[in-house]
C-alpha cells in the first residue's frame, strides 16, 4: 500500500507546484511568430544566439498581448516577467548603450479591447532593469496584487529606442516573457528570482 501512496503523493505535490506555474500568455516563445501580439511598429521573432527564439523589436516599436482572467483571481499575486536584451550601433553617437528595453502592464476591468478601462500601471520594481552592454540579458519582472475588479492583465514589451537617425540601429530582444499568478506575494517573488 506504502508503495502506491508515495507515488501519488509525488504526482500530486508536483500537479500542484506547476498549477502555480502555468504561463498565462499564448504563444509566449514566440514559435508561431506574432500570433497572438498586436504589434505596433517594426517587430519579428528572431533566433537569438545562444537563447532560442526571442521578440525582437526595432526603434521605438512594442507588442502587447492581453489575457482574461477571473473573479476567483482578485487577491492574488501576478508576476509579469521576462528576459531582455539590446543591439544597438550608436550612429557616431558616443555613450554606451542608445536604448532601454522594459516591461509594462495594466489591470483592466475588461478582455474586451474596446470596452476596457485601466485599473492600475504596472511598472516600477525590475521590470526596466537594464542591460549594461549590447548582448546582455538580464532578467525583468514585477509582482502586483490583482484588484477585484480586474477582467484582464496586458502586457507590453517595448523597445524603449528613441526614434533617431537612419544611421542608427536599435534592437530590443525579449525571450521567455509571462504571466504567472500566486496565491501568496512570497511565493510570487521567489517564481520571479529563480525564473530561468
Request: charged share 15%; net charge neutral.
Amino acid at each position: 500500500m506504502l508503495r502506491i501512496a508515495l507515488p501519488l503523493c509525488v504526482l500530486l505535490l508536483v500537479g500542484s507546484a506547476s498549477g502555480q506555474t502555468n504561463n498565462l500568455l499564448k504563444n509566449a516563445n514566440g514559435d508561431e511568430g506574432l500570433q497572438s501580439w498586436r504589434v505596433f511598429g517594426n517587430a519579428t521573432v528572431s533566433d537569438c544566439p545562444g537563447s532560442g527564439k526571442c521578440f525582437s523589436i526595432n526603434q521605438d516599436a512594442f507588442i502587447f498581448q492581453d489575457i482574461t482572467v477571473s473573479e476567483s483571481a482578485a487577491g492574488m499575486f501576478a508576476v509579469l516577467i521576462s528576459f531582455a536584451s539590446i543591439e544597438t550601433n550608436s550612429g557616431g553617437v558616443s555613450g554606451g548603450v542608445l536604448g532601454h528595453p522594459y516591461l509594462h502592464g495594466y489591470f483592466m476591468n475588461s478582455g474586451d479591447p474596446k470596452k476596457a478601462a485601466i485599473l492600475a500601471n504596472l511598472s516600477g520594481q525590475e521590470m526596466s532593469s537594464p542591460p549594461t552592454a549590447n548582448g546582455e540579458w538580464v532578467r525583468q519582472h514585477g509582482v502586483f496584487k490583482v484588484p477585484g475588479q480586474a477582467g484582464a492583465i496586458r502586457i507590453f514589451l517595448r523597445s524603449g529606442c528613441p526614434k533617431t537617425a537612419s544611421s542608427a540601429t536599435c534592437i530590443s530582444h525579449f525571450r521567455a516573457p509571462g504571466i504567472f499568478l500566486f496565491s501568496t506575494e512570497d511565493e510570487a517573488k521567489a517564481f520571479a528570482n529563480a525564473y530561468q
